[in-house]
Nanobody
Framework: QVQLVESGGGLVQAGDSLRLSCAVSGDSFTNYRMGWFRQAPGKEREFVVAINWDESMTSSADSVKGRFTISRDNAKNTVYLHMNSLKSEETAVYYC???????????????????WGQGTQVTVSS
């Protein structure tokens, strides 16, 4: 069973940058495509960004394009979410997710991810 542990959340001001990390253990990291999702207070969890196993393809929600990027370091079994120009409405719990697959493309669908981290809180003050 793979384990995912997010870190890097915290309190920032609007316009700031933040990098979240997700360390993966328990299985071969390259077997997984990875995604980041978020859930704001009172809202449903939503897709943010995703990446395939070799970093050759990524996918981003329209709301974060040009500001957020995803990357992975397969040698460190870690996936990152780089967030720039943060907005107050992006205050949320951010979750890392892993999907064991042989598919080449990243996934934007929550139901395709079998493994989830516990989440890390990001609070953006205005």
């Amino acid at each position: 069973q793979v384990q995912l542990v997010e870190s890097g959340g915290g309190l920032v001001q609007a316009g700031d940058s933040l990098r979240l990390s997700c360390a993966v253990s328990g299985d071969s990291f390259t077997n997984y495509r990875m995604g980041w999702f978020r859930q704001a207070p009172g809202k449903e969890r939503e897709f943010v960004v995703a990446i395939n196993w070799d970093e050759s393809m990524t996918s981003s929600a329209d709301s974060v394009k040009g500001r957020f990027t995803i990357s992975r370091d397969n040698a460190k079994n870690t996936v990152y979410l780089h967030m720039n120009s943060l907005k107050s409405e992006e205050t949320a719990v951010y979750y890392c997710a892993a999907d064991p697959t042989t598919l080449w493309t990243p996934s934007r669908q929550q139901y395709e991810y079998r493994n989830w981290g516990q989440g890390t809180q990001v609070t953006v003050s205005s």
